[in-house]
């Protein structure tokens, strides 16, 4: 009779039991969803998981891979990927309250020894409520790489093993799986995703797309143009391996480095796209002067500017009268426009396609003070203009106090853009003088811009 009524009230609990246990797990399901879930097939979803280590190698930071790769790490050290983290624009806009920032890593240092924290569920679905689980496996000298040698060259087989690929499979003191192709595609993995996260945040890089439709397609790469050949060593001389064809790793772009430092060596191997005509300045009556000039983008195998849609071109038309004094100045942009509020819309897009040839026809409307004697024509690469730079100073308090601080005073860190281009014409005479690029460096150095 006990055994009995025991057995029944046995069953009862676990009858309760089990209806909160399948309540629990359906509550659960409909509440959480995995991140692979919420966003199908992104290569950013999630972190590469990675091993800390692979046979013959003391560890698989830039930094290891640079005891042997010496000149690849040096490359490395001067590219925008290296300082994916450390950037001082990424950091101020990661700290604001309302970022999401797992996701935000994802891309920017996306080997999981680099993460904190890693998100596995999504609350509702809802990329601001992320379920986030401490890593053991973080290290923080790791995470200060940004996108480092193995965002590229590792992966995780189906088994969870980490595997180095590389280009041609040589033999090496660690594991090398042979896939060109794999690496050659990875850059479209973060330089060509768009997708909307809420009404005002939204990201939008499409590069890849873009790249699709050039002239250089399919003949060039991203790869040829941003990490161009070079015949050199691979690894450190006492491993007496000959030279072979090698690629440069300093993957130079718009030439707008991310810290004063690195002008110098980023300026070297910079080009821009575009192929700018010699302006002619015309006196008109009627008009005051009219300034026409040709600008086709030849070289690059996207638009010009590309990525990020805060870059842009800014030309600058100034007129000065005989002591240099300015009497005019006229201001146009070459880039995306975007609103922000209350909803995110791309509202106009005057870039330079790849291939384009653009005449520009502008009239310098002034009231002239006194007769013009020269002509200046300036164009500008912008990384950050400087409403966005103010924005970033107003929340500084976000960030640690360190990087705080330097966000305060931002123009002394970080450079906003470069000047490409500069000619000078005497209106009188009609001499043409173009600024060197050694001079044009050394303006971009000092700041300012
Ligand atoms: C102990 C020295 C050493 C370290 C450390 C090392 N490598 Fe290597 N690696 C080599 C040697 C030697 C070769 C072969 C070079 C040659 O063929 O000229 C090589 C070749 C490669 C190749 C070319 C493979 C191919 O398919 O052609 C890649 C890519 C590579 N290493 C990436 C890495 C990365 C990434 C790291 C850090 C995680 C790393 N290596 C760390 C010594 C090293
Ligand atoms: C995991 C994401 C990721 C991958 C993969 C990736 N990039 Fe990037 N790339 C970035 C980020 C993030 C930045 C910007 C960093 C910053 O501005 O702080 C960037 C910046 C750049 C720049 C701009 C440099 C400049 O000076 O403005 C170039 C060029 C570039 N990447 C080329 C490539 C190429 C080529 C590949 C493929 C071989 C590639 N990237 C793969 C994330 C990635
Ligand atoms: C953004 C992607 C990316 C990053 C980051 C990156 N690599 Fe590479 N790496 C490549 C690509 C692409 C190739 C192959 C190019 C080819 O052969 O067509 C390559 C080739 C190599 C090779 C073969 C030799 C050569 O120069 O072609 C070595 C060695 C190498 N990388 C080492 C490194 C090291 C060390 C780091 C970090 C300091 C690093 N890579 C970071 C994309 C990357
Ligand atoms: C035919 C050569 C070529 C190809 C192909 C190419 N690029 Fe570029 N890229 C350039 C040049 C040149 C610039 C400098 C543009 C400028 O500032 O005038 C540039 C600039 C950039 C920038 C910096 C943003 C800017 O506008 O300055 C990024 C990011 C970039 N490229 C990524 C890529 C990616 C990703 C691919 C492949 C999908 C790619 N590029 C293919 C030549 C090329
Ligand atoms: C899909 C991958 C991806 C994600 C996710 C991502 N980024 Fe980026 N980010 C990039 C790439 C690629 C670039 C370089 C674009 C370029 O230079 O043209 C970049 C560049 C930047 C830059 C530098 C822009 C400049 O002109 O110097 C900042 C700042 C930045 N990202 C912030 C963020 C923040 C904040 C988040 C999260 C809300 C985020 N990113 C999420 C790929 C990503």
Known sequence: MNILKSWRTYRILLGILTTLFSFYVCKNDSEFTSVQDRFPGRAWAEPINVQKSLPGLNGLTAKDCGSCHEDHYKDWKISAHANAFTDLQFQAELSKPNSPQWLCLNCHIPLSGQRKEIATHLKDGNVFQPVLVPNKKFDPAWEKEGISCGTCHLKSDPQGNTVLIGPTGAKAPHPVEKNREALHTRCNDCHNQDYILNLSLVCYFKTGDEYKKSIHFPKEDCVSCHMPSINRRVVLPSFQMGKKNSHRHTFIGGGVPKTFALFDAQWKGYQSGLKIGEPRWVFSEKEG????????????????????????????????????????????????????????KLVSDNRIRSGEKRNIDWVLKTKLVSEPKFGILRILHVRLTKENAEHMKKNSNFASSEIGKKIKNIELYYPFANIFYESKIDLITGKISLTSKDKLLEISKRGDL
């Open 289 to 344: 002067v009219r300034l026409s000039l040709t600008l086709e983008n030849t070289l690059a195998g996207h638009s010009v500017p590309t990525g990020d849609p805060e870059r842009h071109l800014m030309m600058e038309a100034i007129l000065q009268d005989k002591d240099g004094k300015e009497i005019s100045k006229e201001i146009q942009k070459i880039g995306q426009n975007w609103e922000w509020y209350p909803e995110a």
